[in-house]
């Protein structure tokens, strides 16, 4: 019996401690930037330029910017998932650029060459900053598109309940942080645990644009029933594009670019 307790004080112990390393060490798992820096090997050829914007605690952070090809077309203001930097979505865009479409690759803190930690609170500056940029420049928000992949559906939906777009694309969206960590972790009180929660879930109801939501059905990063318990809740107008074989990061090859366009097209009417 005495070595039974011994036993489960020891797994017990284990296990808290198990707790407390994911409590600390949790922004470490869910922002995985790589920090090279932007060379122009990433965008040459493409119009694009990089540009620097300032956040309003004072992060000078690069960014890559190139305007529409006139005044009937809008922008595309991207805020990418939690890996990598913005370089690696130059080709996931470029037939936008091709379309004549106004692109903006927003680049977060502690992201590509960037300065800063990021956060919950530091990305939805980094995203007011990156909005504050468009109006320096004279992008009305009638022309504006905002695109939220992944991670960053939590900027793009935060920022659209606060003003009107021409329409919000969200790409594998999630309900909050909190929820995706307690299906991966569900081991853990993971809901207790987030610290930056990104709770799409309780913003989407105000939210002022045309929606567009995509996922892929075999989504194993970001489960669909996410995606679709959003689109749920959205008000209206929205429209859905559930891909039975895609996964989380392979959307495009399944005709993607084509079904948006059709989607922006229909906006006009």
């Given at each position: 019996?005495?070595n039974?307790?011994?036993i489960?004080?020891?797994?017990?112990?284990?296990y808290?401690?198990?707790?407390?390393t994911?409590?600390?060490?949790?922004?470490?798992?869910?922002?995985?930037?790589?920090?090279?820096?932007?060379?122009?090997?990433?965008?040459?050829?493409?119009?694009?330029?990089?540009?620097?914007m300032?956040?309003?605690?004072g992060?000078?952070?690069?960014?890559?910017?190139?305007?529409p090809s006139?005044?009937?077309?809008s922008?595309?203001?991207?805020?990418?998932?939690n890996?990598?930097?913005?370089?690696?979505?130059?080709?996931?865009f470029?037939?936008f650029l091709?379309?004549g479409?106004?692109?903006?690759l927003?680049?977060?803190?502690?992201y590509?060459?960037?300065?800063?930690?990021?956060s919950?609170?530091?990305?939805?500056?980094?995203?007011?900053?990156?909005?504050?940029?468009?109006?320096?420049?004279?992008?009305p928000?009638?022309?504006?598109i905002?695109?939220g992949?992944s991670?960053?559906?939590?900027l793009a939906?935060?920022?659209?309940?606060e003003?009107?777009?021409?329409?919000?694309?969200?790409?594998?969206?999630?309900?909050?942080?909190a929820?995706?960590?307690?299906?991966?972790?569900?081991?853990?009180?993971a809901?207790?645990?987030?610290?930056?929660?990104?709770?799409?879930?309780?913003?989407?109801?105000?939210?002022k644009?045309?929606?567009?939501?995509?996922?892929?059905?075999?989504?194993?990063?970001?489960?669909?029933?996410?995606?679709?318990?959003i689109?749920?809740?959205?008000p209206?107008p929205?429209?859905?594009?559930?891909v039975k074989n895609?996964?989380?990061n392979?959307?495009?090859?399944?005709?993607?670019?084509?079904?948006?366009?059709?989607?922006?097209?229909?906006?006009?009417?």
């Open positions: 019996m005495t039974l307790k011994t489960m004080i020891y797994a017990i112990g284990i808290l401690l198990i707790i407390l994911m409590f600390i060490f949790q922004r470490s798992l869910l922002y995985l930037p790589s920090k090279e820096s932007l060379d122009n090997s990433y965008y040459t050829k493409t119009g694009l330029k990089k540009i620097e300032t956040t309003s605690d992060l000078v952070l690069s960014s890559l910017f190139k305007k006139d005044d009937e077309k922008i595309i203001v991207v805020f990418h998932g890996a990598g930097h913005i370089g690696h979505r130059v080709e996931k470029r037939p091709k379309e479409y106004g692109l903006f927003v680049e977060y803190r502690g590509g060459e960037n300065s800063g930690k990021p919950e609170s530091g990305l939805y500056k980094d995203g007011e900053a990156a909005l504050n940029f468009l109006y320096k420049q004279r992008i928000q009638q022309k504006t905002l695109y992949e991670l960053g559906c939590g939906v935060k920022l659209s309940t003003i009107s777009f021409k329409a919000t694309i969200l790409e594998a969206p999630y309900t909050s942080i929820d995706v960590a307690s299906r991966h972790y569900w081991y853990l009180p809901k207790l645990l987030v610290l930056d929660r990104f709770d799409i879930f309780s913003m989407i109801k105000n939210i644009s045309p929606l567009l939501v995509i996922h892929g059905e075999k989504d194993n990063v970001i489960d669909i029933n996410f995606g679709k318990k689109f749920k809740a959205a209206d929205k429209q859905a594009i559930f895609a996964g989380h392979n959307l495009y090859e399944f005709n993607i670019y084509e079904k948006i366009k059709q989607f922006l097209k229909e906006l006009k009417k």
